[in-house]
């Protein structure tokens, strides 16, 4: 096996190239039989299995499953509190789980967009800076990522002074310089109007289609979500549902657990306005790409 | 010619000056003033605790102080009061404790007023190769963590999710902390050392554009405030550190109110 850690969980010898982290034993609260484990997906980039969290009595994350591919779109949706941001720390590595296994391809880059980033206002410090923290970048690189995002016209700027919408392409920027092969979004649009909130899931969705990588995109905003995603899940601790869209939206443990109102005013976002917003605010005919640079 | 003993005062703020910027400027950057003051506060006790093992006080000041901030990690992942709360009764606890502790143990004839505030007059020769010796260790650190410090005061999660050892990061930060704290009290007491941390860098701050930029400013600034404040301190006989300090607000104020105007 590849450099697998001893524990290795049922995919033993079968995902060659997935590194796997046990993370300690099964201890789940919840009194009921959760079956035998799924095997890891070796297809996928990252595969979670039985993923769960205990916080002093409180079960947080509840042997939630996550397979993220390549290239494909995963929204990952729930009310406050349901686990949303553990599952990513989780994801991230950043969060010790009290049961559960995660596996992911040999060499995977995680780009990581905080949900967050109000940085203090007596730190000085110019986007170019930003982007090049802990790794050098010339100025030419960075004026193509930042082309990439639509912020081109921003690298100068101190960080203290941009607006929600530029800071979130600025912080993707960041995410998408070490070339990852996923793309985790914790909450991308918030502090973004509504006009810069389709902008955004359009960015998103073109970065996919562009450079091929898979996307977990946190949102608790129930009533959008990204028509590009593939598959949208359910959390409240547990995955509740999960599936295409319009399927989740539909599902009666969706409707329970929002409740028939919100469910009811769950939509697809489908991306078409007829012009577009410059970062300036001046109207942009459709079709035009927002820092005017790259087609 | 300048009297020796005030040659050495001057030296030895300079010196402070140097070390306390960068230091002061991760301190407010990662919004931990209040952590610093909390901890600098609580070094009275560790004055204390040298007097009574009869020990070197900077020894005692040092181990107290990273003794103060681990119990302030572990008191701040409780949930009952916020992190503010817990820093306000370590603050005021620690200082009444060490007032007490300190005039109990070396009586009344103890120079209390001199922890407090420091006695930048009276620092000796080797109290300069101590505070010169500490300062080169110190620039030596904040050199090699400056990235990371740098990565952990813009974004924690981040710069862990990029997989910087954000927790190490921060603990050798703090026992940097801790060293500078112990000369910090020497020169302007246990009172007003974390003043001379920060308020350069919030004067500097109107002027910089890079973190490094501000840090500049904010060692320059230091080192005006010490020259400005012991000829204050000479001149109308005032005490050396509360005039340093004051002069750096004051330098700050007027910063601050230039920048308002712009």
Redesign the interface.
């Known amino acids: 096996m590849n450099g697998a850690s001893p524990h290795a969980g049922p995919a033993e010898g079968r995902a060659d190239d997935h590194h796997h982290h046990h993370a300690g034993d099964d201890a789940c609260g919840c009194g009921h039989d959760h079956g035998p484990a799924k095997p890891f997906d070796k297809a996928a980039l990252i595969s979670a299995r039985g993923l769960t969290l205990m916080r002093g009595n409180r079960l947080v994350l509840d042997h939630v499953d996550v397979d993220i591919h390549p290239a494909e779109i995963v929204t990952l949706i729930g009310p406050n509190g349901s686990g949303k941001t553990s599952l990513v720390r989780a994801l991230l590595g950043l969060q010790e789980l009290t049961g559960g296994q995660l596996s992911t391809v040999e060499g995977l880059k995680v780009g990581y967009v905080p949900q967050r980033f109000d940085i203090d206002r007596t730190l000085p410090m110019t986007v170019s800076r930003f982007l090049s923290l802990g790794h050098k970048k010339s100025r030419e690189n960075l004026l193509s990522l930042l082309a990439e995002v639509g912020a081109g016209r921003c690298i100068d700027q101190q960080l203290v002074e941009l607006s929600g919408g530029e800071l979130q392409r600025i912080l993707l920027a960041r995410a998408l310089a070490a070339d990852p092969d996923l793309l985790v979004l914790d909450e991308p649009v918030r502090g973004v109007d509504y006009n810069g909130e389709a902008d955004l899931y359009a960015l998103i969705g073109d970065l996919r289609a562009r450079r091929g990588i898979g996307v977990l995109l946190v949102s608790h905003d129930l009533h959008v979500v990204m028509a590009q995603s593939d598959r949208v899940l359910c959390l409240n601790r547990h995955i509740c549902c999960s599936g295409v869209p319009d399927m989740v939206a539909q599902h009666p443990e969706y409707m329970r657990l929002f409740g028939p109102e919100t469910a009811r005013a769950f939509g697809v976002y489908r991306h078409h306005h007829d012009h577009a917003h410059g970062l300036d605010g001046r109207e942009l005919p459709a079709g035009t790409h927002r820092d005017g640079g790259s087609p | 010619m300048i009297e020796p003993f005030l040659l050495r005062a001057l030296a030895a703020g300079i010196g402070l000056a140097i070390i306390a910027a960068p230091l002061g400027a991760i301190l407010?950057?990662?919004?931990m003033a209040y952590f610093g003051e909390t901890v600098a506060q609580a070094s009275l006790v560790g004055v204390a605790l040298g007097l009574l093992l009869n020990i070197d006080v900077t020894v005692s000041v040092v181990v107290t102080t990273l003794a103060v901030a681990g119990l302030l990690i572990i008191l701040g992942r409780q949930k009952i009061v916020p992190m503010d709360s817990i820093l306000g009764l370590t603050h005021h606890g620690t200082l009444a404790l060490g007032v007490i502790a300190t005039t109990v143990l070396a009586g009344p004839s103890v120079d209390l007023m001199g922890y407090l505030f420091g006695d930048v007059f009276a620092v000796t020769q080797s109290d300069l190769w101590l505070i010169y010796g500490g300062a080169v260790a110190v620039l030596a650190a904040m050199f090699w963590l400056w990235?990371p410090l740098?990565?952990v005061?813009?974004?924690e999660?981040?710069a862990?999710?990029?997989g910087?050892p954000s927790r190490r990061v921060r603990a050798a930060f703090i026992v940097v902390l801790a060293l500078v704290i112990a000369i910090a009290m020497k020169i302007v007491g246990v009172l007003l050392a974390i003043a001379f941390l920060i308020v350069p860098?919030?004067a500097a701050?109107p002027f910089?554009?890079?973190?490094e930029?501000?840090v500049i400013g904010a060692g320059i600034v230091g080192a005006a405030s010490v020259a400005l404040g012991l000829t204050l301190s000479a001149n109308a006989d005032a005490p050396g550190g509360p005039s340093i300090v004051l002069c750096m607000a004051l330098i700050a104020g007027l910063s601050l109110a230039i920048a308002a105007r712009r």
């Open positions: 407010v950057w990662s919004r990235q740098l990565r005061a813009v974004h999660e981040l862990s999710a990029e910087v860098v919030v701050r910089a554009a890079t973190p930029g501000l």
